[in-house]
């Protein structure tokens, strides 16, 4: 049962520290300290839901149908990344996330873990990182210690979303000036555009 909770550990980490749409919307949030632990815990959340619909096996029934939406998972997913990535590059072009930071009024609650569930959701990697790859190995484990990989996984996610999120403050100081925010802009609209040609491109879009 150890080695199922380690592996679930190892396993969750090594597959969610890639830098994405998410992680990137996850740092935003922790460095303007807007509605941070609701992030981390939806992201987190959202992540234990599917790695457990994929444990338990239910991700072999699903497996065909999310490859046959596949082509439109991707296409809508580089679409809204597009989409992102243009507000990101407006807001470096305009330097006006210094002002957010510092007073704008910020999104609300809900607008906010929207973002976070369209980021999340419409990303067909997700599916394919949680429930068919951390599902698929789950199944070297036997059914008593599949629990333990799955615990594993998901306290993986929790411990990544929460530390990035609150982690993100130590580098707040740094984020006061606007350059600075002109710089993390332009990197997440470059990361947006580059995973938006990735899905395109998956997805034969392009």
Same mark, same amino acid.
């Given at each position: 049962m150890t080695d199922a909770f380690i592996?679930? #550990?190892?396993?969750?980490?090594s597959l969610i520290v890639a830098i994405g749409a998410q992680n990137i919307f996850v740092l935003r949030q922790g460095i303007i300290g807007k509605h941070v632990f609701y992030?981390? $815990? !939806?992201?987190?959340t959202a992540d234990t839901l $599917?790695?457990?619909i994929g444990v338990s096996g239910f991700s072999f029934f699903l497996n065909k149908f999310i490859l046959e939406i596949s082509h439109l998972l991707f296409g809508i997913s580089a679409l809204w990344l597009l989409v992102y990535g243009f507000i990101r590059l407006?807001?470096? #072009?305009?330097?006006?996330?210094k002002i957010e930071l510092e007073g704008a009024p910020p999104f609300g609650l809900f607008p906010t873990l929207s973002i976070a569930a369209i980021l999340t959701f419409a990303n067909p990697h997700v599916y394919l990182d949680t429930m068919i790859l951390i599902g698929s190995i789950s199944q070297q484990f036997t059914t008593e210690?599949?629990?333990a990989f799955a615990l594993g996984a998901s306290l993986a996610s929790f411990? !990544? !979303? !929460?530390? $990035?999120?609150? =982690?993100?403050?130590? #580098?707040a100081?740094?984020?006061k000036s606007s350059f600075s925010w002109r710089i993390l802009d332009l990197v997440t609209a470059l990361i947006m555009f580059l995973i938006a040609f990735?899905?395109?491109?998956? =997805?034969d879009w392009i």
């Open positions: 592996t679930g #550990i190892l396993v969750g980490i992030v981390a $815990l !939806f992201c987190a $599917l790695i457990n407006l807001a470096a #072009i305009k330097a006006d996330s210690n599949r629990p411990i !990544f !979303f !929460f530390s $990035l999120a609150y =982690g993100a403050k130590l #580098i100081p740094a984020m990735k899905l395109a491109s998956s =997805g």
